[in-house]
């Protein structure tokens, strides 16, 4: 299992050798909410000082911090832990001693829960709408003997194939079948390579899933969950549930797969090329009057190109020409309708509890005019436009925290690593912020790589809050990840949990002090 969550909770008086506020992104790959109203969220306040570890095909822990903070984070760590996952294929939890002995750990350094996935291809994995939940009970039971809080992921996506990932759990075998025969569910690149992670946006309002459309089968899902675990909901254990919006539970598309062969900092593709994708933008060309732009740019590279290398993404380039911003402006209309359509039914399920959605830190590329990485995973941000501020709005309308990840890497790091990536973390985290806070919704974050010892924590530290923000913004949460067996060594373990006392905002001296007490 693996900690891989701290979550920072609106603070009160900053802690006096730390504060808390922010995080970045993985240099390797990037992905990247919380509460809805102050009243419908109450749920979601963690009390004190609170920390809660998040468990998924390994586990994460997460760190509240006072007056009403968390923590949680992702799943994805060090290859040195290989973790097998929590819950298996057959939904039997696979090493429950092991587990409890982990979740004690958690418990002992004041951690307040767990985040944990619940994924579509284990619980729904034989025939439509037969669910098995035995053994998130018996996981959830488990917390709840502990007095932890549980954070869920409704995970519809493809566990394996990215960084990190040490287990494969892919998408019910029911829905496999009916992409055999029909591809086009799946998100496809210009060579016609189907992805199956998951499934297009394309066929949000297509019944080709045995009689329902995706949408009906992401709510009749978490409707499920709702029912199934009701008890939990009304004991407030499960205070916050994350939707899953796309590959890696992120609301992107999946321009960026390894299994096709991407490496950083690789722009990417687009990936509308599955049929319905294609009809779609090929009736909104025809409504915009101009139905030769009903087709993809032809000249916008590979995975591996570097923008200057393509017509449509270099400097003066097709991506701001007439036909560029038709096609960009719909491409990325289809993610925001997506995440409107499921979070506006995840309300409707897990009415008066919090929600989150998941939103990836594209960094590389940041600092060129196109910010081509961007435009392919369907966040339409060049320099001389905001592509955050309608996500954040979107997300407002369905009062949903945004967990952002890309909030730990400096940009000087990330410099010195890929001077050639043209990256720049931090300017893509302040305009993710200020986006967010601008609609005043929640953000929360997470690092991603691991850490054990204080100069590493301190920097987590000195990002959760800045001290010179005049009007005291923070996230919300911040995701440590992750519990592992070398976080759990003796001076490892200590040093983890100084970072959780100053992160509840309690004063712990330094090394060199309590060396000359």
Same mark, same amino acid.
């Given at each position: 299992?693996?900690?891989?969550?701290?979550? #920072?909770?609106?603070? $009160?008086?900053?802690?006096?050798?730390?504060?808390?506020? /922010?995080?970045?992104?993985?240099?390797?790959?990037?992905?990247?909410? /919380?509460?809805?109203?102050?009243?419908?969220?109450?749920?979601?306040?963690? $009390?004190?000082?609170?920390?809660?570890?998040?468990?998924?095909?390994?586990?994460?822990?997460?760190?509240?911090?006072?007056?009403? $903070?968390?923590?949680?984070?992702?799943? !994805?760590?060090?290859?040195? @832990?290989?973790?097998? +996952?929590?819950?298996?294929? %057959?939904?039997?939890?696979?090493?429950?001693?092991?587990?409890?002995?982990?979740?004690?750990?958690?418990? +002992?350094?004041?951690?307040?829960?767990?985040?944990?996935?619940?994924?579509? *291809?284990?619980?729904?994995?034989?025939?439509?709408?037969?669910?098995?939940?035995?053994?998130?009970?018996?996981?959830?039971?488990?917390?709840?003997?502990?007095?932890?809080?549980? &954070?869920?992921?409704?995970?519809?996506? %493809?566990?394996?194939?990215?960084?990190?990932?040490?287990?494969?759990?892919?998408?019910?075998?029911?829905?496999?079948?009916?992409?055999?025969?029909?591809?086009?569910?799946?998100?496809?690149?210009?060579?016609?390579?189907?992805?199956?992670?998951?499934?297009?946006?394309?066929?949000?309002?297509?019944?080709?899933? /045995?009689?329902?459309?995706?949408? %009906?089968?992401?709510?009749?899902?978490?409707?499920?969950? /709702?029912?199934?675990?009701?008890?939990?909901?009304?004991?407030?254990?499960? +205070?916050?549930?994350?939707?899953?919006?796309?590959?890696?539970?992120?609301?992107?598309?999946?321009?960026?797969?390894?299994?096709? $062969?991407?490496?950083?900092?690789?722009?990417?593709?687009?990936?509308?090329?599955?049929?319905?994708?294609?009809?779609?933008?090929?009736?909104?060309?025809?409504?915009?009057?101009? +139905?030769?732009?009903?087709?993809?740019?032809?000249?916008?590279?590979?995975?591996?190109?570097?923008?200057?290398?393509?017509?449509?993404?270099?400097?003066?380039?097709?991506?701001?020409?007439?036909?560029?911003?038709?096609?960009?402006?719909?491409?990325?209309?289809?993610?925001?309708?997506?995440? @409107?359509?499921?979070?506006?039914?995840?309300?409707? !399920?897990?009415?008066?509890?919090?929600?989150?959605?998941?939103?990836?830190?594209?960094?590389?590329?940041?600092?060129?005019?196109?910010?081509? !990485?961007?435009?392919?995973?369907?966040?339409?941000?060049?320099?001389?436009?905001?592509?955050?501020?309608?996500?954040?709005?979107?997300?407002?309308?369905?009062?949903?925290?945004?967990?952002?990840?890309?909030?730990?890497?400096?940009?000087? @790091?990330?410099?010195?690593?890929?001077?050639?990536?043209?990256?720049?973390?931090?300017?893509?985290?302040?305009?993710? #912020?200020?986006?967010?806070?601008?609609? &005043?919704?929640?953000?929360?974050?997470?690092?991603?790589?691991?850490?054990? @010892?204080?100069?590493?924590?301190?920097?987590?530290?000195?990002?959760?809050?800045? =001290?010179?923000?005049?009007?005291?913004?923070?996230?919300?949460?911040?995701?440590?990840?992750?519990?592992?067996?070398?976080?759990?060594?003796?001076?490892? #373990?200590?040093?983890?949990? =100084?970072?959780?006392?100053?992160?509840? *905002?309690?004063?712990?001296?330094?090394?060199?002090?309590?060396?000359?007490?």
């Amino acid at each position: 299992m693996a900690v891989s969550s701290v979550r #920072l909770g609106k603070m $009160g008086t900053p802690c006096s050798d730390a504060p808390a506020w /922010r995080v970045p992104l993985p240099s390797r790959v990037g992905a990247a909410g /919380r509460r809805r109203s102050s009243v419908r969220c109450s749920p979601c306040r963690w $009390g004190d000082a609170r920390l809660v570890a998040a468990a998924r095909s390994r586990t994460r822990a997460v760190v509240a911090e006072s007056e009403g $903070g968390r923590v949680a984070g992702d799943s !994805a760590g060090a290859p040195e @832990d290989k973790q097998l +996952s929590v819950v298996n294929l %057959e939904c039997e939890l696979v090493d429950p001693e092991g587990l409890l002995e982990q979740l004690k750990i958690l418990k +002992s350094v004041n951690v307040d829960g767990v985040m944990i996935d619940c994924w579509w *291809g284990i619980v729904e994995a034989d025939a439509p709408q037969a669910y098995n939940w035995s053994g998130y009970k018996k996981l959830f039971q488990m917390v709840r003997d502990l007095k932890l809080k549980l &954070q869920v992921v409704m995970s519809f996506h %493809e566990c394996g194939g990215n960084v990190g990932d040490d287990v494969h759990i892919p998408l019910p075998s029911w829905v496999m079948e009916i992409g055999q025969k029909n591809p086009n569910i799946y998100f496809t690149d210009r060579e016609g390579r189907h992805n199956t992670e998951c499934l297009t946006w394309g066929i949000d309002k297509e019944r080709v899933l /045995r009689g329902r459309t995706a949408v %009906e089968v992401y709510f009749d899902y978490m409707r499920s969950f /709702r029912v199934e675990f009701n008890e939990f909901f009304e004991d407030g254990i499960i +205070s916050e549930i994350e939707i899953g919006l796309g590959p890696c539970g992120e609301l992107r598309y999946p321009s960026y797969p390894a299994k096709h $062969g991407w490496e950083y900092p690789g722009i990417g593709e687009f990936q509308c090329y599955d049929q319905y994708l294609m009809k779609s933008l090929k009736k909104a060309a025809e409504v915009r009057g101009h +139905s030769f732009w009903g087709r993809a740019p032809d000249n916008a590279g590979c995975y591996n190109s570097r923008p200057h290398e393509t017509g449509f993404f270099r400097d003066g380039g097709e991506y701001d020409s007439y036909y560029g911003r038709f096609f960009l402006n719909w491409y990325s209309q289809v993610l925001i309708d997506h995440g @409107d359509r499921v979070l506006a039914l995840a309300n409707l !399920a897990f009415e008066g509890c919090c929600i989150a959605a998941k939103l990836s830190g594209i960094h590389w590329w940041y600092k060129t005019a196109s910010h081509a !990485a961007e435009l392919t995973a369907g966040f339409y941000n060049p320099c001389n436009r905001d592509g955050y501020a309608t996500i954040a709005s979107m997300l407002k309308k369905h009062e949903t925290a945004m967990n952002f990840t890309c909030v730990e890497l400096r940009t000087l @790091d990330q410099y010195e690593d890929f001077p050639e990536a043209m990256a720049d973390p931090e300017g893509l985290v302040w305009q993710v #912020l200020n986006a967010a806070w601008d609609v &005043q919704i929640p953000v929360a974050s997470e690092n991603a790589l691991p850490c054990y @010892d204080g100069e590493g924590f301190n920097k987590i530290l000195e990002n959760a809050k800045p =001290r010179d923000d005049p009007d005291g913004r923070h996230l919300s949460a911040f995701t440590y990840l992750r519990l592992s067996p070398t976080l759990t060594e003796g001076n490892n #373990l200590m040093e983890f949990e =100084r970072f959780v006392k100053r992160m509840h *905002g309690e004063t712990v001296l330094d090394k060199l002090t309590r060396d000359n007490i």
